[in-house]
């Protein structure tokens, strides 16, 4: 049977796009914000386009952080895109301005230090030791729209826990491009607009839904 997704329709990010990507690669794919459906369904996509402090006022009012807590709670698969990756964050600084994040890594997000910003287009990653994600995709290119990142994750991990992997990229500086951690994975770059290689990440996440 197709593992069932929701992309999750909260007011940010490009998420036409999303649906039509993970509908390729397999997945039964619903765009709602329906409290429920998107505990149940069995991966959950947080998409994100935008300013750090308005995507977190729109995640809050529907209640998207509520449903995060429980589907990790129960170790059920979700994924951030982007700024749908950030608000996983402690928090994010903007302009001069500090904004609660999620709290479900700590960690800042905040300005890249390059001289051409936003990092607009194709960066490659460098995929952690140990990578679902990317199986098949070591130091491919894949396709970027930021000017914020989380730049480490410093998680204090004993065993028998697993420590997070962290995949890098580079623009101006190093930062974190995505995470596996557990049920929560995220990236930074986008890949329902990466090609054929955001094709196969996703289709890579599919298969790490129980």
Same mark, same amino acid.
């Given at each position: 049977?197709?593992? =069932? &997704?929701? &992309?999750?329709? @909260? ?22 914000? *329906? %409290?429920? !459906? ?8 947080? /998409?994100?386009?935008?300013? +750090? ?11 998207? *952080? ?5 589907? $990790? ?15 996983? #964050? ?7 301005? !500090? ?25 490659? &990653?460098?995929?952690?030791?140990? =990578?679902?994600? +990317? ?5 491919? @290119? #894949? @396709? %970027? ?9 410093? $998680? *204090? &991990?004993?065993? /028998? #826990? ?12 190093? %930062? ?10 995220? !990236?930074? #770059?986008? /890949? ?15 298969? !790490?839904?129980?």
């Amino acid at each position: 049977m197709k593992k =069932t &997704v929701v &992309v999750f329709d @909260y007011g940010s990010g490009n998420v036409h796009s999303a649906v039509k990507a993970l509908e390729k690669v397999g997945a039964q794919v619903e765009l709602t914000s *329906d %409290f429920q !459906t998107s505990l149940d369904a069995d991966g959950l996509v947080i /998409p994100g386009v935008g300013a +750090f402090d308005q995507v977190m006022k729109l995640v809050k009012a529907n209640a998207l *952080d509520r449903i995060i807590d429980k589907r $990790l709670a129960s170790s059920k698969a979700v994924l951030g895109i982007c700024v749908g990756m950030q608000v996983l #964050f402690d928090q994010g600084i903007e302009h001069g301005i !500090t904004s609660e994040g999620l709290g479900q890594w700590p960690g800042t997000v905040e300005k890249l230090h390059a001289e051409k910003l936003p990092n607009i287009g194709w960066n490659r &990653v460098h995929s952690g030791k140990g =990578t679902e994600l +990317f199986k098949g995709l070591q130091d491919e @290119y #894949f @396709y %970027f729209v930021h000017s914020y990142a989380a730049k480490k994750l410093e $998680l *204090d &991990v004993m065993p /028998p #826990f697993i420590k997070p992997i962290i995949s890098h990229s580079t623009h101006g500086e190093q %930062f974190l491009a995505a995470i596996e951690n557990g049920p929560m994975s995220a !990236t930074q #770059f986008h /890949p329902e607009k990466s090609g054929e290689q955001g094709l196969k990440l996703l289709e890579n996440w599919l298969g !790490t839904i129980r």
